[in-house]
């Protein structure tokens, strides 16, 4: 009946706190409390199964590392301008990855990456919509996405 009992508690308790004690308050408060732990308990992420944890390391260096190029990248393209054939623009990209936890993985990824933005992921197509600040060549770019992240993580989470 109570899947946090200890939040389910807290909050009957911060509830009398704010509005002081009374029969009233104490059973409105639990109701509320009931019914929030409720809702908190709907809102758990299932949890994600890592097959191959310690490939996250790698995951890591390897998003790390292109975090840094790209910043360098982007800074050259503020400071020197882009060079002519390079253009921002918006890219579709095809996944095989269905885990929850891996595409809110590669979405961090690509986002925290100067330069891409993740804008829009379509479940039934399985595609995500990306915002690329110089793009030159798309085939290149879907390659790099599906062989560099999205194999590392359909092996990590798969």
């Known amino acids: 009946m109570l899947p946090y009992p200890l939040l389910t508690?807290?909050?009957?308790?911060?509830?009398l706190l704010l509005n002081g004690f009374s029969l009233g308050h104490l059973l409105l408060g639990t109701f509320v409390a009931i019914f929030a732990s409720w809702a908190f308990a709907a809102l758990r992420p299932e949890k994600p199964r890592l097959r191959k944890w310690y490939l996250l390391p790698k995951l890591f260096v390897l998003a790390f590392s292109d975090i840094i190029r790209s910043n360098l990248a982007v800074a050259r393209v503020i400071v020197s301008g882009r060079p002519r054939g390079h253009h921002a623009g918006f890219l579709l990209l095809p996944l095989e990855l269905e885990d929850r936890t891996a595409l809110a993985l590669l979405a961090v990824i690509l986002t925290s990456t100067p330069g891409s933005a993740w804008l829009e992921y379509d479940s039934r197509e399985r595609t995500v919509l990306l915002h690329v600040l110089d793009l030159?060549?798309?085939?290149?770019?879907?390659?790099?996405i599906k062989n560099r992240y999205e194999k590392l993580l359909m092996e990590i989470f798969a």
């Open 9 to 15: 508690i807290s909050l009957v308790v911060m509830w």
């Open 136 to 144: 030159v060549d798309e085939e290149a770019w879907v390659n790099t």
